[in-house]
Nanobody
Framework: QVQLVESGGDVVQPGGSLRLSCAASGSIFSLNAMAWYRQAPGKERDVVAV???????AYADSVKGRFTISRDFAKNTLYLEMNSLNAEDTGVYYC??????????WGKGTLITVSS
């Protein structure tokens, strides 16, 4: 299984921006898809953004137009660019990889707190 390590979580004011990174232990080229999930306090983990092997992207309605998922094959890294952050974006963000014939791999998460 590929190992995933997230970074970039921080405390940010409403309206601010952050970029999350997810470094993979191996090549991400052959993965079926990669995704970012978010778990808000007291809530279930939900998908925020997905990027497929064919470079198609999809976003949760709550983040459309504000978040952008991307990846760098040379660096084996997944990114999440987040703009216009609000309090509802607070939570632990997890990186996910869909590994062919192996299932899901998860990172340990990185915390984002949006607060004034």
């Amino acid at each position: 299984q590929v190992q995933l390590v997230e970074s970039g979580g921080d405390v940010v004011q409403p309206g601010g921006s952050l970029r999350l990174s997810c470094a993979a232990s191996g090549s991400i080229f052959s993965l079926n898809a990669m995704a970012w999930y978010r778990q808000a306090p007291g809530k279930e983990r939900d998908v925020v953004a997905v990027i497929t092997r064919t470079n198609k992207t999809a976003y949760a309605d709550s983040v459309k137009g504000r978040f952008t998922i991307s990846r760098d094959f040379a660096k084996n890294t997944l990114y999440l660019e987040m703009n216009s952050l609000n309090a509802e974006d607070t939570g632990v963000y997890y990186c996910n990889a869909k590994v062919p014939n192996r299932g899901d791999s998860w990172g340990k998460g990185t915390l984002i707190t949006v607060s004034s």
